[in-house]
Nanobody, 120 residues
Framework: QVQLIESGGGLVQAGGSLRLSCAAS????????VGWFRQAPGKEREFVAA???????SYADSKKGRFTISSDNAKNTVYLQMNSLSPADTAVYYC??????????????WGQGTQVTVSS
């Protein structure tokens, strides 16, 4: 069983940056793909980025160049660096661990989410 705890969300002005963290407890991320998803009010949960255990990464097309996913295996933590934020990025951001891909159905373990609000 993997417990995931997100942190780093908050309120930021348009054009600003935030770094989200996803820390694992219970067991490590080893062998899992870790993904970031987000859900805005009234919208479906959407894929943002994922990092495989070997270090390969994948991004939603609209996030390429602005968002960067990385991992620190020693700290058992995955990060999502978000730059050039806009109000359209306002959502609850979730990290998840599972078998990877862009579908949320491929992920077995989920954090509680962290709110990101971008003001104009």
């Amino acid at each position: 069983q993997v417990q995931l705890i997100e942190s780093g969300g908050g309120l930021v002005q348009a054009g600003g940056s935030l770094r989200l963290s996803c820390a694992a407890s219970g067991r490590s991320f080893r062998g899992y793909t870790v993904g970031w998803f987000r859900q805005a009010p009234g919208k479906e949960r959407e894929f943002v980025a994922a990092i495989w255990s070997g270090g390969s990464t994948s991004y939603a097309d609209s996030k390429k160049g602005r968002f960067t996913i990385s991992s620190d295996n020693a700290k058992n933590t995955v990060y999502l660096q978000m730059n050039s934020l806009s109000p359209a990025d306002t959502a609850v951001y979730y990290c998840a661990a599972g078998f990877g891909g862009k579908s949320s159905r491929n992920y077995n373990y989920w954090g509680q989410g962290t709110q990101v609000t971008v003001s104009s």
